[in-house]
């Protein structure tokens, strides 16, 4: 496999962590509050698990581990690993978009500097 094909592997099991959470969070807030009572709970998370968004995020998750087992057979750790970390930008600007979730100076201080490492980390001299 080529260095271009397992950085797009990685990208995609980004996109695709990216989706799943995003998925659980549309689930969940469709759904009542946590019961208190355990036989309750376990209904909720029995409904929350056998929805469709959750049951597509949890095959993306099963992709998402397909994708990176290929990726490392190209990519060492120290490379692949920090660009996982893409999924906090985009996850915060999906949340942001889609559920109206706040973002404010400190949200962005905070990814410009996780962007920032991940650019640090991937230049290679």
Same mark, same amino acid.
């Given at each position: 496999m080529t260095r271009s094909s397992a950085i797009g592997l990685v990208l995609l099991a980004v996109l695709l962590t $990216? *989706? #799943?959470? !995003? @998925? *659980?969070r549309a689930q969940v807030g469709t759904m009542p509050p946590l019961p208190a009572d355990w036989g309750a709970r376990l209904v909720f998370v029995l409904r929350v698990l056998t929805s469709p968004l959750v049951i597509a995020a949890l095959i993306a998750a099963g992709t998402v581990a397909v994708c990176w087992t290929m990726a490392l057979t190209a990519l060492p750790l120290s490379v692949a690993y920090p660009m996982l970390s893409l999924t906090f930008p985009l996850v915060v600007v999906g949340a942001h978009y889609f559920f #109206?979730? &706040? $973002?404010?100076?400190?949200? !962005? @201080?905070? &990814?410009?500097l996780i962007l920032a490492g991940i650019t640090v980390m991937n230049v290679r001299g």
């Open positions: $990216v *989706f #799943g959470q !995003l @998925a *659980f #109206g979730e &706040l $973002v404010d100076w400190r949200t !962005l @201080a905070g &990814l410009c």
